[in-house]
């Protein structure tokens, strides 16, 4: 489940479906490629995340693999300047 602040920022680019798939397959229209790992016990406890995703120079950290598409779908958004 995302925040209602994450959810608000997507809105703000048109992005009302925040399902785990509608956002991987949102992200992978925007960028051709990422890793997203999940972390082991203990990044995770250290890191305070769950997943990790990395693309271009880039790393977001998440509690959910959801969260972690959000998160990089939002920074590809906002450097393009995309609205809808």
Known sequence: ?????????????????????????????????????KLAHWPARRWKCRYRLMMGDGMYDAQSAAEAYARALLA??????TTT
């Open 1 to 37: 489940m995302l925040t209602e602040t994450l959810q608000s920022q997507l809105a703000h680019y048109g992005i009302t479906d925040c399902s785990e798939v509608a956002l991987r397959e949102s992200l992978e229209a925007h960028i051709p490629t990422y890793t997203l790992i």
């Open 76 to 81: 590809i958004l906002t450097k393009q300047g």
